[in-house]
């Protein structure tokens, strides 16, 4: 395969999972801020969304304060920001139309249909909450049915792991951002943990990873920090989770190992990250500090999406 066309297709994946993952934050987002003001705090949770995004520096070049109208604004449609909702869906047309033979029809339709739809319903944006429901709603079924499309329709060669690559290491990447912000940024230090912030917090955060129906499956209790921890970093049984990300993509870069007839530092560096979450505790975890482990992840992570681009695709 053309390294142009492992790029392209490492990409589009990356972009449609990006598109999801903005959409289900603004989701969660708003659901806690229609909460009542005891029960959200003194935290605007405007402002973390913007941090789990990566944006948070960018948005104040654009904007003054961090409210429901400018966020969602700058996060889904904003051309000033390139990782809006609204660029991603484009950036994705974009890669699909560069590699569209190594796509099945249905990959094609799926990003065609949504791009065609945002220019022609989304333009000008959602007038209410209503409809910004349904552009949310509309985001995340077009990741779905990408996603959907390319695991019961794509050929089990280079074309389809080089795009699950690209989906295993964004989702990573967004899991440990999103707990990073919830241990250091979004609970005030005079709030007790598991108070009615805590609580609610927490929920956003499981919502935004489509977890909380797993969550209970798994511990059969109420929300617990340490819990919520463990089933985003360490259990690999939550398509979501750092672990099992990482078992994803360890298998995929030795699939390809195995097809070009030789392995190299993006096997060897994502099978080390793969066994620290393996031998990892969530005691030791704690005791060291979440931040720091996270932040580790973070950098190895795009460590990692370095070393596949000088091994694969220039």
Known sequence: MLSRTAENLFWLARYVERAEYLARTIDATLRVTALPAAYVGKT????????????GA????????????NVVEYLSFSSENPASIKNCIEAARLNSRSVRTALTSEMWDTINSAWIELQAVWNKGPANREELAKFLRFVQETSLRFDGSAYRTMLRNDA??????????E???????????KYHMLL????????PLDYYQWTSILRSVSATTAYHWVYRETLKPWLIADLLILNDTLPRSLASCYSNL??????????????GASQRHARGI?????????????????HEFIQEFIADNSRLGEIITKQYLI
């Open 160 to 169: 389809y792991w080089f795009s699950r690559l690209g989906v295993h290491l």
């Open 250 to 263: 360890v298998r995929n870069l030795d699939q390809i190992g195995v097809a070009y007839g030789r392995q």
């Open 188 to 195: 005030p230090e005079e709030e007790h943990v598991g108070g």
């Open 171 to 181: 989702r990573a990447d967004n899991t440990a951002r999103i707990l990073d912000v």
């Open 44 to 55: 605007n949770e405007w402002d973390s969304a913007l941090l789990t995004a990566g944006v």
């Open 274 to 290: 793969r066994n620290r979450l393996e031998h990892s505790h969530m005691d030791d975890i704690f005791q060291h500090g979440v």
């Open 58 to 69: 960018a948005f104040y070049d654009h904007y003054e304060e961090a409210n429901e109208r």
